[in-house]
């Protein structure tokens, strides 16, 4: 397993373990370096105290030639277990006395070195001159010690220090083991928690806090970021909870709605039936006897007119007059009618072109009116020819009808700006109306001028907002008496 | 029935008089044959027996109301229309009723005119001369079908 993939409780203490372990075997190797080299001193420092004893001791030997002198001087070295060979040399160099007194050949240098203690050939070796105390030499003494002190101690450091480290060791391992505990628990009780909200959805887990340190700041934040996320979900729940039941509810509602729909639907198709029926039978019935009364009453005019006095005719007259203008209502009614029940064949209308046709109508059947059009050109629409031919014809004819006591008759037909947005207007600077009333200008029978002013049924407009209303569009009117109308219209 | 006459088909005894009298206040003598309902009518034109008429008997137009007892209108003109006599013969709707479907199922049967009776007596007068005056005078009348 890769290091970085350890568990993080044998990372900490695998890092304790290492750490302590290093340092103390630095600090046993500096130790060991500083006693090797006191030691290795020591020993050259006594072994060159006792050659100086020696060399002091021997100077009689010497002088006197007394080799078993010398050598029973030499054996004293036995006390030290250490010293493996001792040789005396004369003043010519030559070996005068040996310790052992059989001493092995290659521990002995056939001539004497130059005076000092040093190492050589692992062990320590030291020439030493022997001196009466003028400053006559007599000879050389030459000392060997093996280096078994050195080792020895430093043998015995070495285990002391193998011990130290064990148990320092086995002492850190041991804290480790317990320190670890105050930084891995709290990150591993997170990573159980973390695990815990991820696999069980479960927001409602927090980590428990071990301490106050960074891992308990960030226990708590995580904590903290828990219950955000707890709430968030439970207002999502909320929400989508409630917006089911909206769903449901609003399901509901249209299907009850969609039903009334479809039974509204039926009835309306009957009575637009019936209407349709009715509308024909007035069409074709109601005319009839309007036509005998106008008819007759002429009749009676013309043949008996020198019977009648002038009020007789006068009445017959009457008559006449209001059987036509019953024809004329019936006649406006039934296009009101068949404006409602009339399909609507989409397509694009020249709504200039419609209303200068319309304007030379109204020239043509009235010439001796001089009324100015400005009819702006290039006024297109979408919507039923027809219909929107009624819609242009009704608001000309009225704004013609209305300017006829003006002195300077004037009826525009332009798209202006109106209400925010923009609209086709129709304006005319004759007898207007007071805006009290603008809202009854559209309503059947409604009409804001006597007969003996203007000429009307009241149907006009409320046919012309029927076809604006059954394109999708507005209409609406400004006005002030004796200063003209407008009429605004979108599509 | 002598050429240059007119068979109106018409069932209200006012619409008649009114009718007939406006022809004649624009000199149109020519006479006229009044059928009060529509069977009355097709028994003018093919004979009550159901024996064909002599092409001499044929009117030279027929003045037809829509709004008619026993056989209506529409089903006169599709009879008119359906029989080789008189299938080429001038068919003027004259009628209360401008409804759009009628006008159009009308012209669709092959009438050769659809006027509209104005309430305005007036008007109602002129309407009739212009009739008269187109039918009778200016219109030339269709050669008639020779006998097979």
Redesign the interface.
């Known amino acids: 397993m890769a290091l970085r993939d350890w568990p993080i409780k044998q990372k900490l203490t695998a890092m304790l373990v290492l750490i302590s372990g290093l340092v103390l075997l630095l600090t046993s190797a500096a130790f060991a370096g500083y006693q090797y080299w006191s030691l290795r001193q020591a020993t050259r420092d006594a072994l060159s105290v006792r050659g100086r004893i020696i060399a002091a001791n021997s100077t009689a030997s010497l002088a006197f030639s007394n080799d078993a002198d010398a050598r029973e001087l030499l054996a004293a070295l036995r006390a030290d277990q250490h010293i493996v060979a001792a040789v005396l040399y004369d003043k010519g160099g030559h070996v005068f006395a040996t310790y052992p007194a059989h001493v092995a050949g290659d521990l002995v240098p056939a001539a004497p070195g130059p005076d000092g203690y040093r190492f050589e050939r692992g062990l320590l070796i030291g020439f030493q001159p022997v001196e009466e105390a003028g400053s006559q030499r007599l000879g050389t003494l030459y000392l060997a010690s093996d280096l078994g002190v050195v080792y020895d101690t430093f043998r015995l450091s070495g285990v002391i220090g193998m011990a130290v480290l064990a148990v320092a060791l086995l002492a850190a391992y041991l804290l480790s083991r317990v320190l670890q505990g105050t930084i891995a628990e709290p990150i591993l009780a997170l990573a159980e928690t973390a695990k815990a909200v991820s696999t069980r959805q479960d927001y409602s887990v927090r980590a428990p806090k071990l301490g106050e340190d960074e891992l308990g700041a960030l226990t708590d934040a995580f904590n903290q970021m828990l219950g955000r996320i707890e709430d968030q979900k439970d207002e999502l729940q909320r929400y989508a909870s409630d917006l089911e039941r909206r769903v449901e509810e609003r399901t509901h509602e249209l299907q009850e709605r969609n039903e009334s729909l479809r039974r509204n639907a039926a009835e309306l198709l009957a009575a637009n039936s019936e209407l349709d029926a009715f509308a024909y039978s007035v069409s074709h019935d109601l005319r009839a006897p309007l036509r005998s009364i106008d008819g007759f009453s002429q009749i009676l005019l013309e043949d008996y007119a020198t019977q009648l006095d002038e009020a007789g005719r006068e009445s017959l007259h009457r008559v006449r007059a209001a059987s036509q203008r019953m024809g004329t209502l019936i006649d406006d009614l039934l296009k009101l009618a068949r404006v409602t029940r009339a399909e609507i064949r989409t397509e694009d209308v020249d709504l200039s072109g419609l209303a200068r046709d319309i304007a030379a109508e109204l020239e043509g059947a009235t010439p001796e009116r001089k009324v100015e059009f400005a009819i702006a050109p290039g006024l297109k629409a979408r919507g039923d020819a027809r219909l929107l031919r009624v819609v242009l014809d009704n608001l000309l004819r009225n704004s013609w009808k209305y300017t006829a006591k003006q002195p300077a008759p004037r009826v525009e037909f332009r798209f202006a700006d109106a209400n925010g947005g923009q609209a086709f207007m129709v304006r005319d600077n004759g007898a207007g109306f007071d805006m009290k009333y603008a809202d009854k200008l559209f309503g059947v029978f409604q009409r804001l001028h006597s007969a003996a002013d203007f000429e009307g049924t009241g149907i006009g407009l409320a046919t012309v907002r029927r076809i604006i209303n059954r394109h999708g569009g507005r209409i609406w009117a400004e006005g002030a008496v004796d200063q003209g109308a407008t009429f605004y219209f979108t599509l | 029935m002598n050429p240059g006459k007119i068979l109106l088909v018409e069932d ?1 005894p ?2 008649v ?2 009718t007939l ?1 406006a022809l004649k206040s624009h000199n149109i003598t020519n006479d006229v044959i009044v059928a009060p309902d529509g069977a009355e009518a097709l028994d003018i034109l093919f004979g009550a027996d159901g024996k064909s008429p002599t092409e001499q008997e044929l009117p030279a137009v027929v003045l037809l109301d ?2 008619l007892p026993k056989v209506n209108g529409m089903e006169v003109l599709q009879r008119i229309r359906a029989d080789d006599r008189t299938r080429l013969l001038p068919v003027v709707i004259l ?6 479907r009628d006008v159009i199922e009308g012209y669709s049967l092959g009438a050769n005119s659809y006027v509209r ?6 008007e ?1 007068t002129q309407a009739a001369k212009q009739l008269g005056l187109y039918w009778l005078l200016m219109n030339r009348a269709p050669p008639v079908p020779r006998r097979p």
């Open positions: 209200n006012d619409d008089t009114l009298r829509l709004k009628t209360s009723s401008d409804e759009e009776k104005p309430v305005d007596f007036v109602f």
